[in-house]
């Protein structure tokens, strides 16, 4: 994938940056899996594994760690 889709890990409040850390966290999931039949097609499987949506919860929380530093952890 070619295309800029982040400017930058800035944003407004902590909201928008676990909804930064959430897509983060998605396109990790594109980019190390393409192919959209075969992404679809395990989906099934994590989404109903405990341990599944553990890992995509640990996945996302490590990428809100990353943009909270990134904003200084909103501190003025």
Known sequence: MTDTWLPSLITATPQEGFE???TLSRRGVK????????L?????????SADGLTAASQVIAINFQTVSAANNYWRS
């Open 40 to 48: 679809k097609a395990l989906r099934n499987d994590y989404a109903q």
């Open 31 to 38: 980019y190390t899996q393409p192919d959209m039949e075969t």
């Open 20 to 22: 930064l850390a959430i």
